[in-house]
C-alpha cells in the first residue's frame, strides 16, 4: 500500500471559478516526467493551472519539501500553461470538486489509497485523456503512473522547457567534456531492479542469463553502426552486479561513480542514498541524451525515455516481444527490425 501522507488540499487558492490539474509523483525521475507531460496536456487542452507536486519524494526524506524545486529550476509557464511548481503546496488546498471522485472524501479519508484504487484513477484519467472532452471538477489530481498517457510532443515540451538546477547542469557539462568530447558515445541503460518489484519490466529478465546476453548483443550491433568518430560505451544501470558482468565482456566502457544499494536491496531512487541519488540520478539520465546511440533494456523504462526522444540513433527491445530488436532513427521515426 501507498504511503499517501499529504493530500491535494493543504491551500485555498483564489476563487472557486479557479481550475488545476495537480501533477503528484513520489517515484523515479522518468515515471515524474512522463507523468508530468500527461498532465500539462491536459491542462493545456483545458486552460487550466498545473501544479507540480513532488511531496513525499523517493529521493529525499523530508516529506513536505516539493522534490520538483529541489532538482528543476524554478518555472511559471510551460508553453503557455501557467505553473505551481514551489512549496507553495504546503500552503493551500485545490478547490473542489475532484476528479477522480475518491479525492472528494474528507481528507482524513484520502490518506492512505490502496494499490487498488490507484490503478482505478489511473484508468479513469486514462479515459478522461482519450476522451478529448473536460470534467466539471475544478481540480483534476493526477496521482497515478501515467506514461504512455500522452503524445511525444506533450513529452518533448516537458523535457525542452524544463532544467535541471544549474549545479547538476554544471555536473553534467564537467563530465561531457572530460568523456564525451570528440568519441561517438554509445550509451547503454539497463534496468535491472536490484531486488525490486519490476512489474511490467518482469518479461524482459524472466531468463536472466539470456536478457545479459541480449544487453550484450545490442552493444555489439551498436557498435557495428557507422560511426564518424572513436567509439566509447557509457553505461548506466541501477544494479552493481550489471555493471561488473559488462565490464568483463566490454571492458573499455565507463560509468560515472556512484553509489549503489547493496545488491538485491532495491532500486536506486531510494530516500535512503539522500539528495545525492538524485542529482546522480539526473546526471545520468540527461548524460544518456546527449549520446550518439543509446540501447534501452528494458524499453518499458521511463529512466531513459528523454534518451528515446532526443537521441538519433536507438536500439531496444520490443515491448511486445521481448527477444525482438528493432533499431530506432529518431529523425524519421522509422522503425525497422534488425
Known amino acids: 500500500m501507498e504511503n499517501e501522507m499529504l493530500g491535494p488540499r493543504s491551500l485555498m487558492v483564489g476563487s472557486g471559478e479557479d481550475r488545476f490539474v495537480v501533477s503528484r509523483r513520489r517515484t523515479g525521475f522518468g515515471d515524474c516526467l512522463w507523468s508530468l507531460a500527461a498532465a500539462w496536456s491536459y491542462a493545456k487542452r483545458t486552460g487550466r493551472t498545473l501544479a507540480i507536486d513532488w511531496r513525499g519524494s523517493c529521493y529525499l526524506d523530508q516529506p513536505f519539501t ?11 509557464d510551460i508553453a503557455g500553461v501557467p505553473v505551481i511548481c514551489d512549496d507553495q503546496v504546503n500552503q493551500f488546498s485545490f478547490p473542489g470538486p475532484f476528479f477522480p471522485a475518491w479525492w472528494n472524501k474528507p481528507s482524513i479519508d484520502c490518506v492512505c489509497r490502496p494499490d487498488e484504487q490507484i490503478f482505478r484513477e489511473r484508468d479513469e484519467l486514462r479515459e478522461l485523456f482519450e476522451a478529448q472532452d ?3 471538477a475544478n481540480t483534476v489530481v493526477c496521482d497515478a503512473c501515467l506514461m504512455w498517457r500522452c503524445g511525444m510532443d506533450a513529452e518533448r515540451q516537458i523535457f525542452r522547457s524544463i532544467k535541471p538546477r544549474p549545479e547538476i547542469e554544471a555536473r553534467i557539462d564537467a563530465i561531457y567534456q572530460e568523456h564525451f568530447e570528440g568519441h561517438s558515445i554509445i550509451g547503454v541503460h539497463v534496468r535491472h531492479g536490484n531486488g525490486e518489484d519490476i512489474m511490467e ?11 545479459f546476453q541480449q544487453v550484450c548483443t545490442a552493444i555489439r550491433t551498436a557498435k557495428e553502426l557507422p560511426h564518424s568518430r572513436p567509439v566509447r560505451v557509457f553505461l548506466c544501470t541501477d544494479s552493481a552486479q550489471v555493471r561488473r558482468d559488462l565490464s568483463g565482456v566490454f571492458p573499455d566502457l565507463f560509468t560515472i561513480p556512484k553509489q549503489f544499494q547493496a545488491d538485491q536491496a532495491g532500486p536506486l531512487h531510494s530516500a535512503a542514498l539522500g539528495v545525492d541519488g538524485g542529482f546522480s540520478a539526473l546526471v545520468e539520465m540527461y548524460l544518456l541524451g546527449r549520446c550518439d546511440t543509446v540501447v534501452r533494456f528494458p524499453p518499458s523504462s521511463a529512466f531513459s525515455r528523454y534518451a528515446r526522444l532526443f537521441v538519433p540513433r536507438i536500439i531496444e ?13 529518431n529523425s524519421s521515426e522509422h522503425v525497422p527490425t534488425l
Request: zero cysteines.
Open 66 to 76: 516539493n522534490a520538483f524545486p529541489v532538482f528543476f529550476e524554478p518555472i511559471q
Open 134 to 136: 473536460d470534467t466539471e
Open 317 to 329: 527491445f520490443d515491448l511486445n516481444d521481448p527477444g525482438g530488436l528493432i533499431f530506432i532513427d
Open 201 to 211: 519490466h518482469a518479461p524482459f529478465w524472466a531468463d536472466p542469463e539470456f536478457a
